[in-house]
């Protein structure tokens, strides 16, 4: 857990379903950054971008509004 999920913890502790929301949004930034990495590698060994560059730009963008909606709540 990060200094940022630390804190997050202690003042959403009591909700377990915020906490539980805010597990499952961690987890798919980590599946998100880990296939951007992979992007990165392939555009470093030259390979050209396909579809899935697409596909990352879309799930970053819900991502990103997941993680707004939850700060709004």
Excluded: W
Excluded at 23 to 34: D, S
Excluded at 60 to 68: A, K, L, P, R, Y
């Amino acid at each position: 857990m990060n200094e940022g999920s630390a804190r997050t913890a202690g003042v959403l502790g009591a909700d377990r379903t915020a906490a539980a929301r805010i597990a499952a949004l961690e987890i798919r930034l980590r599946g998100l950054q880990m296939a951007n990495y992979r992007s990165l590698a392939g555009a470093q060994h030259g390979k050209a971008p396909g579809p899935e560059s697409s596909i990352l730009k879309l799930r970053g963008s819900e991502v990103t509004q997941q993680c707004f909606e939850l700060a709004m709540e």
